[in-house]
């Protein structure tokens, strides 16, 4: 079992070869990211808990301390429960989101005067106790009592064993304390067989609502003896001392009716038992407790442990071994890297199909799009490569969402709608799948003149609150750009900030229009409105600013045409004065999440554009260094993820190779703070993939850049076409996998061909290339004069300005 005490080794190291493996669940690494995030520590935010691919159910420790966005943080804080749902890798709420319904073990105590509390309850770990393969999860308590547990889509179990020497061992099943203490009413029953009904409405952990969602838990194993010794309920006294609690063996349900303000009060039920193994069943619904149990019973209905801990292994080779390397030639931090970010990259969003609250439908229903924003750049395509079944049913929930709300839904987040970061982020992922996928529409189930429809709308509609759902198209209609201190007219509200980079953002959005547009065979004019109004990212650009001696940059502008000032630098990592980038009515950059340094490199659907305009390739290459040297650079952050790329662009593919492998080796690692931020519902993950993979996504295209893989070979299955695409690195040199590679080792892509065939560039290839089938061999040498000289030997990746992406892919 994997454990968070693993180290980083870096990768200057020689290659060295891991031990074969008898599976590929063997190579993940779940506790990659579960570092704190509190005192400039990294904040990964991963959930290292039980769950299947994009299950609902993710069974997790949590702990007392915050941040806790996943529940749990591999510190010494103490143990409060085990919950049932949790969400991954995501910013947010510093308390997390669901937690809901923990199970707490308890022994030596008697029923009356155990302590129930959050607070009295919470228990140490044993050093090193904490292990985890995907499927399952344990740890042991320093009471000596261990804790395991494993699940399927909306079930599973949880499993508490205690020491020996225990008498009078009892479980607490909490109705109120859900991670962030936001219980707004709800209830739970104990009946005498063991089951365990409950309830309950919970604050959301990104966005204003409050979600209600229900829990059943069956105690009675009925393939063991009868083992439950007593049963009851525990609650506050009164509002005013939640902390006193009366546990009594004669009241078997409580009721708290539902309340807008939190209620603070503790409650739940407790049972006793008289053996040392206490097996709970348990089951999660946004419909009924009853169908909680009826989820329990159809997807465990023979309490064995070993089928469902296999079964959920099962699930994740398949998911693993779609991606495939040879473990034992491969450099084995590489391979462990790749794995546990392959892993983290499926546990989001998660398949709620039949479990919808709001509305009957034939199509599947995910959440967990927590958000669009930072999960279309690099999750949505890396699923396009390996997962087309699987993406087609996220597909289908997006489109979905827009057949019954009227717009591409954003952020949604505990079944409710979140906030919109950006620019209706949701709309390039739609775009792919209509540039890659649309012949195969029909297989898969997507209808594709609703995907289209679904675009339009969301590009051409305003919603009464574009803050939820939906862009400002009024605003981006009117004057081409979003304006800065400016109220609409139609009475339309939203965040009125972030200006241009939502403006970048919704040019983006736009160019998705175009692509599907044209891969759907629509009317040419069509195709070229949303060409036209994706170039409209221009109009965000200063022209006379000047900073660090470049000239030129995204900045805000009143509806007047003038500019409003931000600091180029404002909101990067080395800003000198305090500024605002973040999610909230304070931004005064109008930038989100990025400065304009930063996002001033954001038109991937024109990159030619930003070349011209910050004053042609020379300038823009030593732009990009700079933007490095200075700092500027956030690893962390999504508007940060394809800059170490861009140097394609500027026909220097060497220049990316090298900065890419200075990225990877000094912001990726193997240990608890191995990532450079949030793993934002895998977007990190999926990025990391791409770069040890030498490919990069252009969104809402069929182009990867290519570069230098950090293995010497990779094989891609795609089982909805059923062939397997081979890369093979001829040439390739271990030595290379560090920051800085030895002058003259093999980093350099020389030749391509493709399936014998030349390729046209050294910069790009076609989707089609990756997961047609067939053999991609790429040639590299470690002569860096040569590389700077043949560049992309051929042509430059795609630009709307340039007369790109005009070829309508076939598969």
């Given amino acids: 079992m994997i454990r968070p005490q693993v180290i980083w080794v870096s990768l200057c ?33 991963g959930f290292p808990g039980a769950a299947i691919p994009h299950a609902m159910v993710k069974v997790g420790i949590d702990v007392s301390t915050a941040p806790r966005q996943a529940g749990y943080i591999a510190d010494n804080s103490s143990i409060t429960g085990i919950s049932l749902m949790h969400d991954e890798g995501t910013g947010g709420n510093t308390n997390g989101g669901y937690g809901i319904f923990p199970l707490f073990p308890l022994t030596n105590c008697q029923f009356t005067s155990c302590s129930v509390g959050l607070s009295a309850r919470s228990t140490l770990r044993a050093a090193g106790a904490d292990a985890a393969t995907p499927g399952y999860f344990t740890t042991t308590f320093v009471n000596g009592i261990k804790l395991e547990a494993t699940s399927t889509r909306r079930a599973g179990l949880i499993r508490f064993t205690y020491p020996s020497s225990t008498t009078d061992n009892h479980v607490i099943v909490d109705l109120s304390n ?33 979600y209600t969602v229900y829990g059943c838990y069956d105690f009675q194993n009925p393939n063991s003896p009868p083992s439950i010794t007593n049963l009851g309920t525990y609650q506050s006294i009164s509002v005013s001392s939640p902390n006193t609690i009366a546990t009594s063996t004669n009241v078997t349900n409580l009721n708290f009716p539902f309340t807008e303000n939190t209620l603070p009060i503790q409650a739940g039920a407790l049972l006793s038992f008289n053996n040392s193994e206490v097996l709970a069943r348990f089951g999660v619904s946004f419909h009924s407790t009853s169908q909680a149990c009826a989820n329990a019973e159809e997807e465990v209905p023979d309490w064995d442990w070993d089928r469902v801990q296999a079964e959920s292994r099962n699930k994740w080779e398949d998911v693993l071994k779609r991606l495939e390397v040879n473990v034992n030639t491969e450099n084995s931090t590489v ?42 750049r690099t999750v949505h395509p890396l699923l396009s490569l390996l997962y087309p079944r699987e993406w087609a049913e996220i597909v289908n929930a997006y489109i979905d969402g827009w057949r019954n709300t009227g717009y591409i839904p954003e952020c949604r987040a505990n079944t409710k709608a979140g906030y919109v970061q950006g620019g209706g982020d949701g709309m390039p992922i739609l775009g792919d799948f209509a540039v890659k996928y649309s012949s195969q529409a029909n297989a898969l189930g997507v209808p594709m003149d609703n995907l289209y429809q679904a675009l339009v709308d969301t590009a051409e509609n305003t919603p009464p609150d574009w803050y939820r759902v939906g862009r400002q198209n009024t605003a981006w209609k009117a004057f081409g750009y979003i304006p800065t201190d ?91 004065k305090p500024h605002s980038c973040a999610r909230g009515d304070d931004n005064d950059t109008g930038f989100y999440e990025s400065s304009s340094w930063e996002m001033s490199f954001f038109a991937p659907h024109s990159m030619a554009t930003l070349i011209r ?11 990009l260094n700079h933007y490095f040297s200075k700092g500027y650079f956030q690893a962390g952050n999504e508007p940060s993820f394809e800059i170490p790329w861009l ?98 080792s093999g980093l350099y892509v020389k030749r391509i061909t493709i399936n014998g065939h030349e390729s046209d560039s050294l910069c790009w290839i076609t989707f089609e290339d990756a997961v047609g089938g067939g053999e991609v061999v790429i040639e590299v040498d470690g002569d860096a004069q040569a590389a700077a000289e043949r560049g992309c030997a051929g042509k430059l990746p795609d630009s709307l300005e340039s007369g790109g992406f005009t070829r309508k892919m076939i598969l």
């Fill in 13 to 45: 190291l020689l290659a060295s070869q891991v031990h074969a493996a008898t599976n590929f669940t063997s190579l993940v690494n779940l506790f990659i990211g579960t570092a704190s995030g509190a005192h400039g520590g990294s904040g990964g935010n």
């Fill in 178 to 210: 859900d991670l962030q203490r936001s219980f707004h009413g709800g209830s739970v029953s104990v009946s005498p067989d063991g089951r365990v009904g409950l309830g309950g409405t919970f604050f959301q952990s990104y966005g204003t609502d409050n």
């Fill in 335 to 376: 391979v462990e890297l790749l794995y546990s970010s392959l892993y983290r990259a499926s546990l989001v969003p998660a398949n709620l199909t039949s479990e919808n609250p709001y509305w009957e439908s034939e199509f599947p229903f995910y959440d967990a799009l927590f958000c669009s924003w930072d999960t279309f």
């Fill in 486 to 576: 400016w109220v609409d007219p139609s009475g339309s509200t939203g965040l009125a900030t972030r200006e241009a980079s939502r403006a970048y953002e919704y040019a983006v959005g736009d160019f998705a229009v175009r692509q599907a547009a044209i891969a759907l065979g629509r009317p040419s004019d069509e195709a070229k409105k949303y060409a036209n109004r994706s170039m409209n990212f221009v109009n965000m650009w200063d022209a006379n600013l000047t900073h660090d001696g470049f000239t030129g940059f995204a900045q805000r502008r009143f509806p007047n045409g003038t500019f409003a000032f931000s600091p180029p630098d404002a909101c990067s990592p080395v800003d000198p």
């Fill in 613 to 623: 305009l910050m004053g042609g390739s020379e300038t823009y290459i030593n732009r």
């Fill in 647 to 744: 140097y394609h662009y500027a026909n220097r593919p060497d220049l990316s190779a090298l900065r890419i492998r200075e990225v990877v080796s000094k912001n990726f690692n193997t240990g608890i703070g191995g990532l450079p931020g949030n793993d934002d519902s895998g977007a990190m993950a999926a990025l990391l993939v791409f770069h040890l993979l030498g490919l990069y996504p252009v969104p809402a295209s069929n182009q990867l850049l290519i570069g230098s893989p950090f293995v010497s070979s990779y094989t891609l299955h795609n089982d909805l076409r059923n062939v397997s695409t081979e890369f093979t690195v001829k040439g390739f040199d271990p030595s290379t996998l560090t920051s800085t590679p030895p002058s003259g």
